[in-house]
Nanobody, 119 residues
């Protein structure tokens, strides 16, 4: 059974920092591209950052220079370091794992963790 469990969300003042973690189980973690997405109330789920199996990273323009995604294959965990937080970063943050295998896409999601940034 695949599980992605996010943690580290919470309430923080603008300008503060949080570090999100996503612990994966039930998959061969090193074979999966990992990502963080977020969804604010009434809005669609948007990409925040991704990291490939080769550690290449990609960021949404709105978080470049403030957020850093990283992965620890030995710990089966992906992280999102969020600095200089803004009220517009308030959302539920979701962890995603994706892999192409035998022509099929394996795509898994965590349950989400709430991040609230107060002004």
């Amino acid at each position: 059974q695949v599980q992605l469990v996010e943690s580290g969300g919470g309430l923080v003042q603008a300008g503060g920092s949080l570090r999100l973690s996503c612990a994966a189980s039930g998959i061969v973690f090193s074979f999966f591209g990992m990502g963080w997405y977020r969804q604010a109330p009434g809005k669609q789920r948007d990409l925040v950052a991704t990291i490939t199996t080769g550690d290449s990273t990609n960021y949404a323009d709105s978080v470049k220079g403030r957020f850093t995604i990283s992965r620890d294959n030995a710990a089966n965990t992906v992280y999102l370091q969020m600095n200089s937080l803004r009220p517009e970063d308030t959302a539920v943050y979701y962890c995603n794992a994706v892999r192409l295998r035998s022509g099929r896409t394996l795509d898994y999601w965590g349950q989400g963790t709430q991040v609230t940034v107060s002004s």
